[in-house]
């Protein structure tokens, strides 16, 4: 590659980045998952758009299995694991015995519809049953939803990446169908070793970062997300299953507590927007846009099987020893957003050489762009309409830690979201935790220094600075007060986290 060359990529890669971004955007004003229009950036810049050509499967499913690593390290980073660990056992048999049922389910209506032979049906249902936490919580994020509802699908979406993968691997590499048996001992010889591997490697990068002074606040985000990668390669390595690995690692490190927390989200935060972003492009790229139509048809009948009957049942069988109320199992099966892993996961078979899996590549693309557009725009309606959340609910405020070496102190940053019972409260009536103290608020794009009697509007942002030793009573006590007002304390609010609450 000559210098030129080397120009014209990096050209054509910013520019694709920045529109990348400015669809995420869009797509966020408009209530969509922002993969729909990463996808659409792709087949515009590609053979039948712009004309640039990508054809090849095989890279497409390496570089696909890397960017799935940083996204999950990310979405590991960003869990909190007071939330998960109350509802790791309804997580993990949806991410199980859930994705098992939607297979069969699935797999016998494309046989039986669309006489697909059995062996590319369960292929497809075994790409397709896999969930997106990223397209869910794109469209819901402003939503005052229940903690347990968001976490239990975004539990499930970390958790049953793995078990789809290793199905789809076992469809495609075997000519002939196996067996229960070998299929259950290789899913829990990968899960098994690959969720060791990386809670260990999530514990060796715990007790490194906290004993090892780095010369630079930069390095300290590369380091923890470079144990993430490690967990998912080693997994790899050893014939276990990677996105375990990559997503358990990454929980470790990001409920630790590690030096620069804050810094190291947003840099995976960042990290997973570029995967996504290249992920989505590429998978664009890959696919014929002149080979879609025909695929119409076929993605509209195994999506309906999908999300009216594969989801649903599966969802019902395995909530049902959980007493989740029937309402919440509604919302939680309209939610079951697909995304980035179905359509990777079609790459494995036209890598493997399927028969037909050209096909399901398309039929897969299609469904997935399909019913993203039908199910996300309707998830608030859905919300609404099941009683899990409210038009006049009150929505949790949302507070971000940066950290001030130099003082041993935090900053906060506190919004203060539409119906919050925060609006009309004055400074004093905080009664923050000492030595507490509100430094900055900012209102109507100006700021200002407030005093004791300044009074707190819906839209505030207000940044204070905290130690750590008091941090947690001073996020209690503004959570407290965005619930029940000034007089939060008398009415016996507390400020608990919401996962708190639900396990009281």
Request: proline share 6%.
């Amino acid at each position: 590659m000559t210098l030129s060359e080397l120009y014209v990529m990096l050209l054509i890669g910013g520019t694709v980045l920045l529109a990348s971004i400015a669809a995420a955007r869009a797509a966020h004003r408009v209530g969509l998952p922002s993969l729909l229009l990463f996808l659409c950036v792709g087949l515009v810049a590609g053979e039948d758009g712009l004309g640039l050509r990508f054809d090849d499967a095989q890279l497409a499913q390496a570089l696909g299995a890397a960017a799935l690593a940083l996204i999950l390290v990310e979405g590991g980073l960003t869990t909190r694991w007071r939330d998960v660990r109350r509802l790791l056992a309804p997580a993990g048999v949806l991410a199980t015995v859930g994705v098992a049922i939607s297979v069969v389910v699935t797999a016998a209506g494309a046989h039986w519809l669309l006489g697909i032979d059995w062996r590319l049906a369960l292929l497809i249902g075994a790409i397709v049953s896999s969930t997106d936490a990223a397209a869910v919580f794109a469209v819901l994020r402003a939503l005052p939803l229940p903690r347990k509802v968001s976490v239990l699908v975004e539990a499930e979406s970390g958790f049953n990446d793995a078990p789809t993968i290793i199905l789809v691997l076992l469809f495609s590499t075997t000519a002939e169908l196996p067996g229960p048996l070998p299929v259950v001992g290789n899913l829990l010889f990968q899960l098994v070793v690959g969720g060791v591997l990386g809670v260990a490697i999530g514990w060796l990068g715990v007790a490194a970062l906290r004993h090892i002074a780095l010369p630079a606040t930069g390095l300290y985000p590369l380091a923890t997300v470079g144990f993430g990668v490690i967990a998912f390669a080693a997994a790899g390595a050893l014939g276990a299953s990677g996105i375990i690995a990559a997503y358990l690692s990454g929980l470790v490190l990001g409920n630790a507590k590690l030096p620069h927390r804050a810094a190291t989200r947003s840099f995976a935060e960042g990290v997973g927007w570029l995967a996504q972003i290249g992920l989505f492009v590429m998978l664009g790229l890959l696919v014929d846009p002149s080979e879609l139509p025909a695929a119409i048809l076929p993605a509209l009948v195994v999506g309906l099987v999908l999300l009216l009957l594969a989801r649903p049942v599966s969802v019902l069988l395995c909530l049902l020893p959980f007493r989740v109320p029937w309402r919440e199992q509604v919302f939680i099966s309209w939610a079951g957003l697909r995304g980035a892993v179905p359509i990777v996961l079609t790459t494995f078979p036209v890598v493997a050489g399927v028969t037909g899996a050209r096909d399901a590549l398309n039929i897969v693309f299609v469904l997935v762009v399909l019913f993203t557009l039908l199910q996300g725009p309707t998830l608030p309606a859905v919300a609404r309409w099941t009683r899990v959340t409210r038009p006049d609910a009150l929505r949790e405020i949302q507070v971000e830690t940066a950290p001030l070496d130099l003082l041993d102190a935090d900053l906060l940053t506190v919004s203060v979201p539409p119906g919050s019972r925060l609006h009309g409260v004055s400074v004093s009536e905080l009664r923050l935790p000492h030595p507490t103290v509100v430094t900055l608020v900012v209102r109507g794009g100006s700021s200002l220094v407030p005093d004791r009697d300044t009074v707190l509007r819906a839209g505030d942002e207000l940044l204070l600075i905290t130690t750590p030793r008091v941090r947690e009573a001073a996020e209690r006590r503004l959570r407290a007060i965005g619930r029940r007002g000034r007089l939060a304390r008398w009415l016996g609010e507390h400020g608990a986290p919401e996962s708190e609450h639900a396990g009281a």
